[in-house]
């Protein structure tokens, strides 16, 4: 091994093993010498890169580690109550606009009145109780004795909700009464009124029972007869 | 639910200590000799430790993606010398080359070994190519094809440039040596 292949290695590596430089420097001193000079060399820079670390760095970088979580965790919380605060509006909103819903099934009953003249000139057959009972039916109720005085029984719609609409002479005039299936989705309301009508509602076990008369109609005696007579299967 | 809930919940906490474990496991092993590398690159302790505490700081956020523990070394190294390129993108015309300037090192206390001031002075004056090997193989005993994956270059270019970095600091000895002489004789 020449001179100059034999520094290239070392230069490289001073502390290699290789047996062919091992062998190298065993036979020649001068080499020997060149290798030990390079491990001496060698230490002393190691001693030289090892700066001294300042002594609080590696709390710092733990502490910078926490903070950063903690700011993370500040960031994702805040992230949380505006979900929250969105979930909250929204529900908000929902609930709002359903109590409107509710509210106008009141309304829907009375715009019905308006139109219960021209209703009741399309019925030419006198009504009875089996045709009664047969559109009650699918609410799952029935009468038992017919009501005097009903014109005309026919489906309608209050808002969403099919309910069965009864027009009935009395001595007050005419009165409507309207059967709602309960469900969850709205609530009627126990009293209402506008300018010609009001009405009033009462709860039975699978129906609404809406009564809607002429302003200043006293309905208990139509709520009472409605009562009464009517059953509900199961 | 709830229960579910309470079970996913202690799952998380655990590996978040477990997580805290690593971190700081890696913070102890390796902070003196990654602040070291900092060093030797740029320099400057204050700027160094800069570096250094962004590197920590992207590790814990990255900590998932290490793997191998064995391989944690070369990781830090890896983020630090990234870091250290991103600090230099970003302050280019603020720095002044420090080859030019580094007459003193203030961070070598005067009653220090003659020789090792010497020799601190004389790595600095190292070109940064010839240096980062020599602190890979010096200060992490790195063998000379870790140093060649590490820094991305072949090993015969990282051999060549061990062997140019000891040949240069061994002729700046001789040299000052020569010129001490003259001087005393």
């Given at each position: 091994m020449d001179e100059l292949e034999f520094r290239r290695r070392i230069y490289a590596?001073?502390?290699?093993?290789?047996s062919d430089l091992v062998a190298a420097a065993n036979a020649d001193e001068k080499k020997r010498a060149f290798w030990q000079e390079q491990k001496v060399l060698d230490s002393k820079l190691k001693q030289t890169f090892k700066v001294d670390v300042p002594e609080d760095l590696a709390s710092k970088l733990i502490w910078q580690q926490s903070a950063d979580e903690f700011s993370r965790y500040k960031k994702r919380s805040r992230w949380y109550v505006a979900i929250a605060a969105s979930v909250a509006f929204a529900v908000g909103i929902s609930f709002t606009m359903l109590q409107q819903q509710s509210i106008s099934l009141g309304d829907h009953a009375l715009a019905h009145m308006q139109y219960a003249d021209v209703e009741e000139s399309h019925s030419l057959l006198p009504v009875d109780l089996n045709m009664v009972n047969a559109k009650l039916a699918s609410f799952g109720a029935s009468f038992d004795t017919m009501i005097d005085g009903v014109e005309v029984a026919n489906y309608c719609h209050l808002s969403t909700v099919q309910s069965l609409h009864l027009i009935v002479d009395t001595p007050q005039g005419k009165m409507s009464v309207f059967v709602v299936p309960s469900r969850d989705n709205f609530k009627v309301p126990s009293e209402f009124e506008d300018d010609s009508f009001h009405g009033e509602s009462f709860k039975m076990q699978q129906a609404n029972i809406i009564v809607v008369g002429n302003?200043?109609?006293?309905?208990s005696t139509m709520k009472d007869a409605v009562a009464n007579r009517i059953q509900f299967s199961a | 639910m709830f229960a579910r809930n309470k079970i996913d919940n202690t799952q998380v906490l655990s590996s978040m200590k477990a997580k805290h474990q690593r971190y700081e496991a890696l913070v102890k092993a390796f902070h003196a000799d990654i602040f070291r590398y900092a060093y030797w690159l740029v320099k400057d302790k204050s700027v160094a430790e800069d570096i250094v505490q962004e590197t920590f700081l992207r590790a814990w956020r990255s900590l998932?993606?290490?793997?191998?523990e064995k391989a944690a070394k070369g990781w830090l190294i890896t983020i630090l010398r990234r870091e250290n390129a991103r600090r230099f993108e970003r302050k280019q015309l603020e720095l002044v080359d420090i080859d030019d300037v580094f007459?003193?090192?203030?961070?070598?206390?005067?009653?220090?070994d003659i020789k090792e001031r010497e020799l601190h002075r004389l790595l600095g004056t190292l070109s940064i190519e010839y240096r980062e090997p020599l602190i890979l193989q010096l200060?992490?005993?790195?063998?000379g094809e870790e140093i060649a994956t590490q820094l991305d270059l072949n090993k015969n270019t990282v051999m060549t440039r061990l062997f140019r970095a000891r040949n240069q600091l061994k002729e700046a000895l001789e040299k000052q040596n020569q010129h001490r002489g003259q001087a005393n004789g």
């Open positions: 590596d001073p502390n290699t093993t290789d302003k200043g109609s006293d309905l | 998932d993606a290490l793997n191998d007459i003193h090192d203030d961070t070598q206390q005067a009653e220090g200060l992490f005993g790195f063998s």
